[in-house]
């Protein structure tokens, strides 16, 4: 059997430190005296009471090494346990929504996807919302940080390729793990409040710049405004969609940039392909847009950038009319949101170096097919990739997409629509955010679903953000045996 108690030692220690950030949100009602600040008081306690209690049973196992099996346990045990106790201040005060709601919220910001339930956010007490932002920027730097470290050396999903790199390469800056993560978050905070400035400089209004912010970085889409970034200027636009990028982007790259060492960011393989993707994708459909509406060039090609960049970044910001284009630009939309953003950053999807990696592997299998007696190596930014890695990424593959259809199916027998159905499934696997159909038309959220609908979404938000494997490693019981 698996021993808890370093897991319950360390989960403990994180509920608790969650519930001491929700003295912010609660210092901010009270300032405000809203009648809310109550919620967020009485949810700090618990959670602080309910972790510190369970680190303090499983204290005399601190400071143990986790094996692989103990990270698994503590990486799923996280994103189910965290959401929980976030979403007590939903159900507490304001908006008073059942515990399915709240955590349906809770686990949508803390998985930085930025699908909600609440309509009316503008309504909400400024607490509420300055915590729904607080979940995704707390969310995106765990993602970070998880990416990093904890999946290469589970070796999931082909993340593997990157544990030499991380620990070994990097090891004569960063020896250690505790040195990544301090100045990860250094990075994290220091891209975070650049972006509220640039906010606010721009016009934003204090709070919604603050909000916005914490949810921009950490590419989560939660926004105190119930018309998203419609309605902002311009050049508010065009910073959100630089910010969303930077987001989107490997952090190692910045903690290296930071020290001095930019070559590594400009000659990145994952990042060149992103940048170009996107590209593409903002031209094709600005250009479908001109030649099929009446709408202007740079109209056009803002509304494009933004909603195709929110998209693939799986940030969830909106903007303008683009759900309601159709067409081609709604199929350029799926295709480049399960591609999704970089590995090695808070955005999810199934990212652009296991996308790369497969068609490389592809080009190199037809070229066999084509010299069956000609060696061709398989190699990734001038690196070869193992079979292991290979096998792995191409395992992944065959998983998101079964997953995508299975759940697409799930919620489609809940009486959900086709079309609501479909993209439900695609905004939750690929933490994207954004919704589409029927459903979500009249409310922009996805208040309307059947109870089992939203828990299938639920389900799928955890397994995209810890890349698929991890549920189904810890779900077997093969797992629990010695």
Same mark, same amino acid.
């Given at each position: 059997?698996?021993?808890?108690?370093?897991?319950?030692?360390?989960?403990?220690?994180?509920?608790? %430190?969650?519930?001491?950030?929700?003295?912010?949100?609660?210092?901010?009602?009270?300032?405000?005296?809203?009648?809310?600040?109550? %919620?967020?008081?009485?949810?700090?306690?618990?959670?602080?009471?309910?972790?510190?209690?369970?680190?303090?049973?499983?204290?005399?196992?601190?400071? *143990?090494?986790?094996?692989?099996?103990?990270?698994?346990?503590?990486?799923?045990?996280? $994103?189910?346990?965290?959401? +929980?106790?976030?979403?007590?201040?939903?159900?507490?005060?304001?908006?008073?929504?059942?515990?399915?709601? %709240?955590?349906?919220?809770?686990?949508?910001?803390?998985?930085?996807? /930025?699908?909600?339930?609440?309509?009316?956010?503008?309504?909400?007490?400024? /607490?509420?919302?300055?915590?729904?932002?607080?979940?995704?920027?707390?969310?995106?730097?765990?993602?970070? +940080?998880?990416?990093?470290?904890?999946?290469?050396?589970?070796?999931?999903?082909?993340?593997?390729?990157?544990?030499?790199?991380?620990?070994?390469?990097?090891?004569?800056?960063?020896?250690?793990?505790?040195?990544?993560?301090?100045?990860?978050?250094?990075?994290?905070?220091?891209?975070?409040?650049?972006?509220?400035?640039?906010?606010?400089?721009?016009?934003?209004?204090?709070?919604?710049?603050?909000?916005?912010?914490?949810?921009?970085?950490?590419?989560?889409?939660?926004?105190?405004?119930?018309?998203?970034?419609?309605?902002?200027?311009?050049?508010?636009?065009?910073?959100?969609?630089? +910010?969303?990028?930077?987001?989107?982007?490997?952090?190692?790259?910045?903690?290296?940039?930071?020290?001095?060492? =930019?070559?590594?960011?400009?000659?990145?393989?994952? !990042?060149?392909?992103?940048?170009?993707? #996107?590209?593409?994708?903002?031209?094709?459909?600005?250009?479908?847009?001109?030649?099929?509406?009446?709408?202007?060039?740079?109209?056009?090609? *803002?509304? =494009?950038?933004?909603?195709?960049?929110? #998209?693939?970044?799986?940030? /969830?910001?909106?903007?303008?009319?683009?759900?309601?284009?159709?067409?081609?630009?709604?199929?350029?939309?799926? $295709?480049?949101?399960?591609?999704?953003?970089?590995?090695?950053?808070?955005?999810?999807?199934?990212?652009?170096?296991?996308?790369?990696?497969?068609?490389?592997?592809?080009?190199?299998?037809?070229?066999?097919?084509?010299?069956?007696?000609?060696?061709?190596?398989?190699?990734?930014?001038?690196?070869?990739?193992?079979?292991?890695?290979?096998?792995?990424?191409?395992?992944?593959?065959?998983?998101?997409?079964?997953?995508?259809?299975? !759940? =697409? !199916?799930? #919620?489609?027998?809940?009486?959900?629509?086709?079309?609501?159905?479909?993209?439900?499934?695609?905004?939750?696997?690929?933490?994207?955010?954004?919704?589409?159909?029927?459903?979500?038309?009249?409310?922009?959220? +996805?208040?309307?679903?059947?109870?089992?609908?939203?828990?299938?979404?639920?389900? =799928?938000?955890?397994?995209?953000?810890?890349?698929?494997?991890?549920?189904?490693?810890? %779900?077997?019981?093969?797992?629990?045996?010695?």
């Amino acid at each position: 059997m698996v021993d808890l108690r370093p897991v319950g030692y360390v989960l403990g220690l994180v509920i608790a %430190a969650l519930g001491v950030t929700m003295l912010i949100p609660f210092a901010t009602d009270l300032w405000l005296a809203n009648g809310n600040a109550h %919620a967020f008081g009485e949810a700090a306690l618990l959670s602080v009471i309910f972790g510190g209690l369970t680190a303090m049973a499983c204290q005399n196992r601190a400071g *143990r090494s986790l094996s692989i099996r103990q990270a698994f346990l503590l990486t799923v045990g996280i $994103w189910l346990l965290v959401p +929980f106790f976030s979403a007590l201040p939903f159900v507490i005060g304001k908006p008073d929504v059942a515990i399915i709601d %709240a955590y349906f919220e809770a686990v949508s910001g803390i998985t930085t996807t /930025g699908a909600s339930v609440f309509v009316d956010v503008d309504l909400l007490p400024a /607490g509420v919302n300055l915590w729904r932002g607080m979940l995704n920027w707390l969310g995106g730097l765990g993602i970070a +940080f998880i990416a990093m470290i904890f999946l290469p050396v589970m070796r999931v999903g082909g993340m593997q390729f990157f544990r030499t790199e991380g620990f070994d390469t990097f090891g004569k800056v960063l020896p250690r793990a505790t040195d990544i993560a301090r100045d990860l978050f250094f990075v994290y905070a220091g891209l975070t409040i650049l972006c509220m400035e640039s906010y606010s400089l721009l016009g934003m209004p204090v709070f919604e710049a603050v909000a916005h912010g914490f949810a921009t970085i950490a590419t989560g889409g939660f926004s105190p405004r119930a018309a998203s970034f419609a309605g902002y200027s311009a050049p508010i636009e065009y910073a959100t969609v630089i +910010f969303m990028i930077l987001g989107s982007l490997p952090y190692i790259r910045y903690v290296q940039l930071v020290r001095g060492t =930019a070559r590594p960011l400009f000659r990145d393989a994952q !990042v060149r392909a992103y940048l170009g993707w #996107i590209a593409a994708a903002v031209l094709s459909v600005t250009l479908w847009r001109v030649l099929t509406s009446d709408q202007s060039v740079e109209p056009a090609f *803002r509304e =494009a950038l933004f909603n195709l960049v929110s #998209i693939m970044s799986s940030t /969830g910001f909106g903007t303008g009319s683009f759900p309601s284009w159709g067409g081609y630009a709604i199929m350029v939309a799926l $295709w480049i949101g399960i591609i999704g953003a970089c590995s090695g950053s808070s955005a999810a999807g199934l990212s652009v170096f296991r996308v790369q990696v497969l068609l490389n592997g592809l080009m190199a299998e037809i070229r066999r097919i084509h010299s069956s007696s000609r060696i061709v190596p398989l190699r990734y930014d001038r690196r070869p990739v193992d079979r292991d890695t290979l096998d792995a990424i191409t395992l992944y593959l065959g998983a998101y997409i079964l997953t995508f259809g299975v !759940v =697409a !199916v799930l #919620i489609l027998d809940t009486g959900v629509d086709i079309e609501s159905a479909i993209f439900a499934s695609w905004t939750s696997i690929g933490n994207i955010g954004y919704g589409y159909g029927p459903l979500v038309a009249p409310t922009g959220t +996805f208040i309307d679903f059947p109870d089992p609908a939203k828990l299938l979404m639920i389900l =799928a938000m955890i397994m995209g953000r810890l890349s698929l494997l991890s549920i189904f490693v810890v %779900a077997l019981p093969r797992f629990w045996r010695a």
